[in-house]
């Protein structure tokens, strides 16, 4: 069974930063690309990030490039979120996502989600 659970989420102040993490199991981590997504209050989901199977290409959301950073560890069957410079806009239920293999192939499995709140 797919199991993906997220950690790290919080309250943070505007400027501040988090890190997400994703503990993956019940799949090969090592061959799917994975992505993170979220979802604002009374919005719908927005496509965040995503990783390649092997960690060597990104891509990212125009609204956080720059800002955030997705990396993953192979061998801890983990992927990471690293926001900095958060923004009140940033506020949002954080997802992680398996991709249905490679990083063009939708996502077919998520987590439960973190919620991130960033607020003075």
């Known amino acids: 069974e797919v199991q993906l659970v997220e950690s790290g989420g919080g309250l943070v102040q505007p400027g501040g930063s988090l890190r997400l993490s994703c503990a993956a199991s019940?799949?090969?981590?090592?061959?799917?690309?994975m992505t993170w997504v979220r979802q604002a209050p009374g919005k719908g989901l927005e496509w965040v990030s995503t990783i390649n199977s092997d960690g060597t290409s990104t891509t990212y959301a125009g609204s956080v490039k720059g800002r955030f950073t997705i990396s993953r560890d192979n061998a801890k069957n983990t992927l990471y979120l690293q926001m900095n410079s958060l923004e009140p806009e940033d506020t949002a239920v954080y997802y992680c996502?398996?991709?249905?293999?490679?990083?063009?192939?939708?996502?077919?499995?998520w987590g439960q989600g973190t919620q991130v709140t960033v607020s003075s």
């Open positions: 019940g799949f090969t981590f090592s061959t799917d690309a």
């Open positions: 996502a398996k991709n249905k293999g490679s990083a063009t192939m939708p996502c077919d499995y």
